[in-house]
């Protein structure tokens, strides 16, 4: 994950992540030295903790502070929630132009997210989301992801670039991933506290 600022590389961190189902997630950081060992773990839409090593203590972290960017990238523990989408925006279709179709999300009743509509575009060459538009409570286009890079993955392709951009600030973060593993089972209770406490 690299993260800029001001159009400049401020900083670089290599972590390894497991998934299942979009609804369970497990990030470990593994460089550089300050975050080496640093856990966020997604154990349920409503549950999310983060362990730091430091301080060997695993706190949860508070609705209010989910959309909050996370050690200075553009990426939020909100984005881990809103990998799935469906569960909390109601979706109508804008249009389409060449191959790209456009929904506009606005968020179900009770949901809690920060944003007042969404906007995506799911491109029908690669079979998935291209690119996401956020706009905040006032109405403004506040940040824009692009998933690029796309690669098949046994029956389906996946983008392997996430660039989160900032259009307040211009800043922006680009995730790249490597080393893909779509086929090895993932037991659910990888994604438990006890694991965030273990080595």
């Given at each position: 994950?690299?993260?800029?600022?001001?159009?400049?590389?401020?900083?670089?961190?290599?972590?390894?992540?497991?998934?299942?189902?979009?609804?369970?997630?497990?990030?470990?950081?593994?460089?550089?030295?300050?975050?080496?060992?640093?856990?966020?773990?997604?154990?349920?839409?409503?549950?999310?903790?983060?362990?730091?090593?430091?301080?060997?203590?695993?706190?949860?972290?508070?609705?209010?502070?989910?959309?909050?960017?996370?050690?200075?990238?553009?990426?939020?523990?909100?984005?881990?929630?809103?990998?799935?989408?469906?569960?909390?925006?109601?979706?109508?279709?804008?249009?389409?132009?060449?191959?790209?179709?456009?929904?506009?999300l606005t968020p179900k009743s009770?949901?809690?997210?920060?944003?007042?509509?969404?906007?995506?575009?799911?491109?029908?060459?690669?079979?998935?989301?291209?690119?996401?538009?956020?706009?905040?409570?006032?109405?403004?286009?506040?940040?824009?992801?692009?998933?690029?890079?796309?690669?098949?993955?046994?029956?389906?392709?996946?983008?392997?670039?996430?660039?989160?951009?900032?259009?307040?600030?211009?800043?922006?973060?680009?995730?790249?991933?490597?080393?893909?593993?779509?086929?090895?089972?993932?037991?659910?209770?990888?994604?438990?506290?006890?694991?965030?406490?273990?080595?």
């Amino acid at each position: 994950m690299d993260i800029y600022k001001h159009g400049e590389l401020r900083s670089t961190l290599v972590f390894s992540m497991a998934m299942k189902n979009l609804e369970k997630q497990l990030i470990r950081f593994v460089e550089p030295g300050d975050v080496a060992g640093m856990k966020i773990l997604m154990e349920n839409r409503d549950t999310i903790y983060m362990y730091s090593p430091e301080f060997q203590k695993v706190r949860r972290i508070a609705a209010h502070m989910q959309n909050q960017g996370f050690l200075g990238s553009e990426f939020t523990p909100e984005d881990m929630i809103l990998a799935r989408l469906s569960p909390s925006f109601d979706a109508d279709l804008i249009g389409k132009t060449g191959t790209e179709t456009a929904l506009v999300l606005t968020p179900k009743s009770g949901a809690t997210v920060s944003f007042s509509k969404l906007e995506i575009f799911i491109d029908s060459t690669v079979g998935g989301i291209s690119r996401i538009h956020y706009y905040d409570v006032g109405g403004s286009h506040v940040r824009t992801q692009l998933r690029e890079v796309w690669k098949r993955f046994e029956d389906t392709q996946m983008p392997t670039q996430i660039r989160m951009k900032n259009l307040v600030t211009g800043d922006e973060t680009i995730i790249r991933l490597s080393n893909i593993d779509v086929k090895s089972p993932v037991p659910d209770d990888l994604f438990s506290r006890r694991t965030l406490m273990s080595g």
